[in-house]
């Protein structure tokens, strides 16, 4: 059962539930333990966007693991749907999906992250319960919700995208830096404001000013 529904933005902790799912029963935060987790919402079962969706993020589950991520889905269908339907995915993309899927039939944890469609009135099961929009949090090992993304049911995902903003956020939470557009490992990054000048000459030697308020570095090899 989900806890009550609050109000979901960037920095706010990631409400904790119990629910059902392709791989047994979980409860979040212990699922979450002390790793990042992005967590991503499907409107059904046995539907094709979702089916390349799924089989996408199977495929690149070894990236996210190498990052210490979890991947956990959720689709509004019941467990035994999501087992018969993961043979689909894997037959189609060939993948081997092994992370959970939440099983939601009722749209509790759906209302709880906030994930119901409320542009497309006729997107409703049998029950007329409103089906989920295609949202992705990305969770920090302290629960804290880092990035919030949200498309409609008609358009997939880029699970490349969710991969690049995994590492730009690590990158910066590690080293304080901040990330420039379309940034991908091995580029410059950007000096965080709150350095010095003086501070950033120790950190990043070869730091360079392109404006007062624009500082890059590239960072050393790990």
Known sequence: MATERAPLRLGSKAPDFEADTSNGPIKFHDFIGDNWTVLFSHPDDFTPVCTTELGAFAKLEPEFSKRGVKLIGLSANDTSSHKAWIKDIDEVNDSKLTFPIIADPTRQISLLYDMIDHQDATNVDAKGIAFTIR?????????????????????????????????????????RVTTPINWTPGQDV??????????????????????PYLRTTPLSAE
Do not use: W
């Open 135 to 175: 949202s992705v949090f990305i969770i920090d090992p302290k629960k804290t919700i880092r990035l919030i993304l949200q498309y409609p049911a008609s358009t997939g995902r880029n699970t490349a995208e969710v991969l690049r903003v995994i590492d730009s956020l690590q990158t910066g939470d590690k080293h």
């Open 190 to 211: 950007i000096v965080h404001p709150s350095v010095s000048n003086e501070e950033a000459a120790t950190l990043f030697p070869k730091f360079k000013t392109i404006k």
